[in-house]
């Protein structure tokens, strides 16, 4: 294993500067969910010059490779990665920054890319040293909660059977060099809510002579903060969020209506079926004291990204061969996000880790989601050496597929 390791540090020393070069490009072209054209033949373009099949999925930017192993074997798992950026405009100064306007690599979904780019250059290098197939799974669409089903869709878990996945995602909370990593539940189940006001309006000096939606709203925003804290046990995990409220036009009018929407994230699937439900009683009883009439629609977004306990024990001890025990963080709790990852790991064992991307010791980095959202360039360095030595073996414990 460690003559391994070995071989793996030097050859991602050696595509180090060019897996750079690729992230810039990638940060510099950022493209919108479902518009990942160009990111997609970047893709094949780099494949194709590394000699890795591939296929892409017909009226997709899905990309499907695959690197064999030249000893004989039957075992087969999977890595994805995340392709799409965000609608932000960045603000980080960097030398390589966004020349599309209002379009950002902010959740690092440009390392993501780049990082299983370097894995699979890493394992096509290493084939004669390890038996059965790795399929690299480049996925567009993850920020909308879209790619991941069209892939199983086409049949990514057979031919050969895949029986384990990989994933990882960057942290700003992470330093470089290091991975975080838990087992069972590490992201949270999401869905999301659109609530429509309607009640009577008028003039802001006479609110009396209307059902105020505005104070309706504001009143109903507190009363959904009820729902965690009153209705759910305080063993269950649950935030529920109003991002976003549009209603009115004009300081002395009262609107007719307003919208309101915004997120619930659990631990637990389960729960969001019940919450929804609250959700509507809460409206009933809206109604019946102030008249304004409340409709709410939901959206089943992710569910939780559950990492199989026996596969992160041994995808611990292999990344502790490669960076070191003391490289390795063990989260208490999930992140509070949601990741579409999970419709893998609900069809097969899965782990799915944070690399570390903050390369301030002394102090936070902006968040993702932020125009001013950076990602160190080294941790490339990490992300695939520890993909790569998992990668290899995963694929060396037969397990029976699902």
Known sequence: MKELNNKIHVIVEKIYHELVLLRHTIHENPELSNQEYKTAEL??????????????????TAIIAEVTGSIKGENSIGIRADMDALPISEDTGVDYTSKNK???????HDIHTVNLLGTGYVLNQLKDNFAGTVKLIFQPAEEIGGGAQEILDFGVLTNPTVTAFLGAHVSEDVQVGQIQVKAEEVMLAASGFTIELT???GHASAPHQTED????????????????????????PAV????????GTRSNIIPKELVITGTIRTQNNKLHPEIHEHIRNILKAQEVITG?????IFRMGSGAVYNDPALTKEFIATAA???GNHNILMAKFPNNGSENFYRFSKE???VFFRIGVNNNSLEQIEPAHSPKFTAADEALKTGVRVMTAAAIAFLQTNRPPR
């Open 43 to 60: 893709v094949e373009k780099v494949l194709t010059a590394w000699k890795i099949h591939y296929t892409r999925l017909p009226n997709s």
């Open 102 to 108: 209002g379009v950002m690599h902010a959740c690092g």
């Open 199 to 201: 009640g009577r309006g």
């Open 213 to 236: 939606i505005i104070l309706a709203a504001a009143k109903l925003i507190i009363e959904l903060q009820s729902i965690p804290s009153r209705k759910i046990t305080h063993m269950e």
């Open 240 to 247: 529920i969020t109003v991002a976003s409220i549009h209603g």
């Open 292 to 296: 304004v009439q409340g409709t709410a």
């Open 321 to 323: 061969n490669v960076i």
């Open 348 to 350: 097969v064992p899965s």
